[in-house]
Structure formats: C-alpha cells, structure tokens
C-alpha cells in the first residue's frame, strides 16, 4: 500500500483517481489546488504525488518546484490534457523540474497502474509470491 497525494482541480477525476486507487489498497488523499497539496505535503509523508499542471491559483509546475524544495527525492508523476501541443509541453516543462513520470489526459488506468509501478517499489508481499512460486 502506498500513500498518494492527488492534486487535481477536476473534481470527478480526482474521485475516479482516489476511488480507482483505493480500491487497489493505496491510501488516497485529495488537494483541489496546488497550494493545499503543498500544505498537506508539507505535513505529511507521501510515496507518490500525482498532479495535474493546468489548475487555478498554483499551476503544477510551480506546485513541483516547491514539493521537491521540500523534499528533493519525492516520486512526483504530473498529468495534464491542456490540448493540441501545449499539453504535451507543459509535461515537458514537468519532466525538467523534477517529475518522474508525465501522463496526457485522457489516460487509460493501465497506463496509470503501469505507470505507478515503475515508481514505487514492489511491495514485500509481492515480493514473497513472486519467490515462493520458484
């Protein structure tokens, strides 16, 4: 189980995110603007931050900035669907101040389980199953 901390404005997205990893045994908490994740990040320990880049108040990318000031080793996975070529350089804006992982709006939840794996570390149980089916 990992703790995640979801930014995002978009409050049926942000719903279908918690829930969709709820469900999966991550532990899920919710900011609706850049500011009141970095508040909760701040006062919380997170293993993942998923963020969206165009939100109201503090975009994703200043919120990034300020989650790795606080914390430089933070796993950070920013998503936007800002639309034709901007979304795709606003990840790329991401990508160079620190996050490890960009998706484009609409994604598939493959993608973000897939995605979410190759960030957080395999959990010991899956580790023990994998070892004790050799």
Known sequence: MARILIIEDNAPLRTMLKNALGTEGHLVVEATNGSEG???????????VITDIIMPGRWGIETIVRLKQTRPNAKIMAISGAGGGRSEDLLKAAWNVGAHAVLTKP????DLRQTIASLLPPKPDADKKDADKK
């Open 38 to 48: 970095i508040g909760l990040f701040e006062r919380n320990e997170f293993d993942l």
């Open 107 to 110: 994604f598939t939840m493959k």
